[in-house]
């Protein structure tokens, strides 16, 4: 260990420090003014609920609850009645938004893709009910930031599995290939 009096004398941790602030002192800086300049949430991120729509404009949900079940905060709310064609319809939607943890499980969860989680971060607000989505309110998100082609590729980019990730190998043993022992 170095001496303790060298130290002291000639300031070797000050002309560290100093040396150190001396490098970075005509770097442009890191940080960004956020009102001004925001930077685009990168793909995949998990923001603000929206209700899927099919090709022909109607609601994916057939009304299920498994998003419901599996959601951890339990802040999806399910309330169905029973259609004109006696088929189960979804009459009310809601996502309690200020006690959803944004985990995703509920996207994963549904066998339709009916729900989504859109890139969209900046929805601060002054009263609670602005944050209960109901269902017009999850379907116009989707119409606000799924538009077009955006909606399609979300779910093949984002969202696994698919059945295309389920393919075998050809050098993989197949077992109807297999010819067995005939028992004499």
């Not at 990168?42 to 609601?59: C, E, I, Q, S």
Request: positive net charge.
């Amino acid at each position: 260990m170095k001496n303790p009096l060298i130290k002291t004398v000639f300031f070797t941790e000050i002309l560290k420090g100093m040396a150190l602030t001396f490098r970075t002192l005509f770097k442009s800086p890191v940080t960004r003014r956020y009102p001004l300049v925001k930077v685009p949430a990168l793909p995949g991120f998990r923001g603000l609920h929206a209700l899927a729509k099919d090709n022909t404009g109607r609601m994916k949900c057939v009304g299920c609850g498994l998003c419901g079940a599996y959601c951890p905060s339990q802040c999806i709310h399910i309330y169905t009645t029973e259609g004109e064609d006696h088929n189960k319809a979804v009459e009310r939607y809601e996502v309690d938004v200020l006690r959803c943890i944004f985990c995703g499980f509920c996207v994963e969860a549904c066998p339709f893709g009916a729900i989504t989680l859109s890139e969209h971060y900046e929805y601060a607000n002054y009263t609670r009910d602005d944050f209960y989505m109901t269902k017009e309110k999850l379907l116009a998100n989707w119409d606000k930031f799924f538009e077009g082609e955006k909606g399609k590729r979300y779910f093949k980019e984002f969202w696994r599995p698919m059945s295309d990730d389920f393919t075998g190998n050809p050098e993989q043993a197949m077992f109807s290939k297999i010819k067995r022992k005939e028992r004499t």
